[in-house]
């Protein structure tokens, strides 16, 4: 026999199924469903979490429970491919926006990301990325400008990577990655729409040329509703 938490979760995801809570609407709040289903608060919240956890809703601070689309953006966690291919699978409005193209001398910060020594130039891209409208990633891509020139607005709002493959000719190896869960910043705030969400998932890619140089570093900063990481794991016996 299930528990009161199962049921109601049950019914609430299969009203989510059937279009009588449609995507961006919000659930009943925790009292009208704590009355609706004659249980306790703690029950109700039981069963809300079962629907976020199953990817049926996010819990928007202040808000309540919204109900988000269930086809999430796939991202490859081991993989390196770009935007811009990743968008191509979508079956949505994908737009990019170039927020600052310029060559800079890098902060003590990117230096240290990019194993610098010197105050070698780089080229500091950042873009707003918008599914359906909404934008939910901010990408801040930082590339050693010796390696990567001639890069214009037009370029970086189609695929940089494209670019550098084609126009450039460069070979693109491996890059090494680290995923964090972090409370937005400032810019952040600007340049996504945050409200009611208190973290980004923030990827930073350290990116790798064929002859082992290490060329890019890249934030790439997801508001988290609209994402799901994924990877593949072969365990090898010794």
């Not at 976020?52 to 086809?71: A, L």
């Not at 964090?180 to 409200?195: A, G, H, N, S, Y």
Request: aromatic share 8%; charged share 30%.
């Amino acid at each position: 026999m299930k528990n009161k938490y199962e049921l109601i979760y049950q019914d609430l995801a299969e009203q989510i199924d059937d279009g009588v809570y449609l995507v961006n609407s919000y659930l009943p709040s925790e009292n009208e469903l704590k009355a609706r289903y004659e249980t306790s608060r703690e029950t109700v919240r039981k069963a809300l979490r079962e629907l976020s956890e199953h990817g049926y809703i996010q819990k928007v601070r202040g808000k309540g429970s919204v109900v988000i689309p269930r086809n999430k953006f796939d991202f490859p966690v081991s993989g390196l491919v770009s935007f811009k291919e990743l968008a191509e699978k979508l079956n949505q409005s994908v737009e990019t926006d170039v927020n600052r193209l310029q060559t800079v001398i890098p902060s003590r910060h990117i230096k240290k990301q990019l194993n610098l020594e010197t105050d070698a130039a780089v080229v500091e891209v950042i873009r707003t990325r918008k599914l359906g409208g909404e934008r939910v990633i901010l990408d801040k891509d930082y590339l050693l400008e010796e390696k990567v020139t001639g890069l214009t607005e037009a370029i970086c709002k189609d695929s940089i990577y494209h670019y550098l493959e084609t126009a450039l000719g460069l070979v693109i190896s491996f890059a090494k990655k680290e995923i964090t869960i972090e409370e937005p910043t400032v810019e952040d705030r600007e340049c996504l729409d945050l409200d009611g969400f208190h973290n980004v998932v923030v990827i930073k890619n350290y990116v790798y040329l064929d002859d082992a140089t290490l060329f890019q570093y890249t934030e790439s900063r997801h508001r988290p509703d609209r994402f799901r990481f994924v990877d593949f794991a072969r365990r090898h016996t010794h």
